[in-house]
């Protein structure tokens, strides 16, 4: 059965913060005030710095498929590295620096951050963390609370195909992605609560606005939330993915689950509604083991491996790609299910330490590996 949707149903819009290093030591490096400037003048409005003075943050513009967001993205990522070489320094899109320190990492000295550096005290400090935000427009206010009700189940496989962050400070963690441990000791944070409506969403908000603790809705760190700029649902549980390809999967996948469920509203059908205690076990799997472990299928009750889980999306959303475009992108995913970053980075650390070289070269290696895959995809763009 087909299903026409506006024009501004479905619109994405891809933001992805990124460490800066040093091309030759790979260690962290703050952002000179020239290369931001080059930045901002080759992006118009695309670019700007982060909490951390070795962030840069870059975001798309309103992107009506896959494939113009590919272009978009590119090119914001392709400027920034040629930037940033002119000064000896490399981005790179992982969600924590394998072996940086973060109490040696000032913040940006902009009113935002120094706000956000007195109301967070200690736990502020630690930020040294990056993440990728997928928005997909939903111009309705009840169909983006409708769906991020719905949507909540899927955030798990979507934390996992993009694990990118296994070293903390020199060590491995153990997790596929530390950084959400890091940034879940945030205030508003974690799995968003279940609303019935957008009036319930917005007076339980309020009072929080009204009592002066927060000014709006961006101090709402959720994994997933109604924008508070944009008629769009965001998803922000995602590691950012060094390679561009990985993040404009991931991106595809949520474009296609997003008008599953809007597709299914129409129908009067939705997604099952689980408690927030189990998606919450769910979610603690994705972060701990990414990909390697399987994740829970609650409908069959048992553990499933994420291949087959990644695969049975993909036949979920097959309307839906074919629709918006991006059933290749979605084939993407199959090979992601068996191998994350937070993978690929293990094994060139264990490789480098097999050779008989010492821990600082291996995690040095590491960055070096994760420079070339922020390079890879940009090649002859």
């Keep these: 059965m087909a299903h026409a949707f506006p024009d501004d149903y479905f619109t994405l819009g891809l933001e992805e913060e990124y460490l800066l290093v040093d091309r030759t030591t790979f260690d962290l490096a703050e952002a000179p005030e020239g290369l931001m400037a080059a930045c901002k003048d080759k992006l118009q409005g695309k670019v700007s710095p982060e909490f951390l003075k070795c962030q840069i943050e870059v975001g798309t513009g309103i992107c009506r498929s896959i494939d113009e967001a590919r272009a978009d993205l590119g090119n914001l990522r392709r400027t920034v590295a040629e930037c940033a070489e002119?000064?000896?320094?490399?981005?790179?899109?992982?969600?924590?620096?394998?072996?940086?320190?973060?109490?040696?990492?000032?913040?940006?000295d902009r009113d935002r951050y120094q706000q956000l550096a007195r109301d967070l005290g200690g736990v502020g400090e630690r930020m040294?963390?990056?993440?990728?935000?997928?928005?997909?427009?939903?111009?309705?206010?009840h169909l983006r609370v409708d769906v991020m009700g719905q949507m909540s189940y899927f955030l798990p496989h979507l934390l996992a195909l993009s694990a990118s962050s296994p070293f903390w400070q020199g060590r491995d963690t153990g997790l596929a992605s530390y950084r959400l441990t890091v940034f879940d000791?945030?205030?508003?944070?974690?799995?968003?609560?279940q609303f019935d409506s957008f009036g319930e969403y917005r007076r339980t908000v309020e009072v929080l606005i009204d009592l002066g603790i927060i000014e709006d809705t961006s101090k709402i760190w959720w994994d997933l939330r109604p924008s508070a700029n944009f008629p769009t649902l965001e998803t922000r549980i995602c590691d950012v993915s060094p390679r561009l390809e990985d993040n404009l999967a991931i991106a595809a996948l949520i474009q296609c689950l997003t008008r599953m469920l809007t597709r299914l509203r129409g129908l009067n059908q939705r997604w099952r509604r689980y408690d927030?205690?189990?998606?919450?076990?769910?979610?603690?799997?994705a972060q701990r083991y990414g990909v390697s472990e399987g994740l829970i299928d609650f409908g069959a009750?048992?553990?499933?491996?994420?291949?087959?889980?990644?695969?049975?999306?993909?036949e979920l959303t097959a309307e839906d790609?074919?629709?918006?475009?991006?059933?290749?992108?979605?084939?993407?995913?199959?090979?992601?299910?068996?191998?994350?970053?937070?993978?690929?980075?293990?094994?060139?650390?264990?490789g480098v330490k097999d050779s008989g070289s010492d821990d600082g070269t291996a995690l040095r290696s590491v960055v070096e590996h994760l420079v070339e895959d922020f390079h890879a995809d940009l090649l002859g763009g």
């Design 185 to 193: 000791n945030l205030p508003r944070t974690g799995l968003p609560p």
């Design 301 to 314: 009750a048992q553990v499933v491996p994420l291949p087959d889980l990644v695969n049975e999306l993909i």
């Design 321 to 350: 790609a074919e629709a918006l475009g991006c059933a290749d992108d979605l084939d993407r995913l199959r090979a992601m299910a068996r191998e994350t970053s937070a993978d690929r980075q293990r094994a060139v650390y264990r």
């Design 276 to 285: 927030r205690f189990l998606i919450n076990e769910y979610r603690w799997r």
């Design 128 to 141: 040294l963390i990056c993440g990728a935000h997928v928005h997909v427009g939903l111009p309705e206010d």
């Design 86 to 108: 002119a000064f000896g320094l490399a981005p790179i899109a992982v969600s924590c620096h394998p072996f940086a320190d973060w109490k040696n990492q000032p913040h940006t």
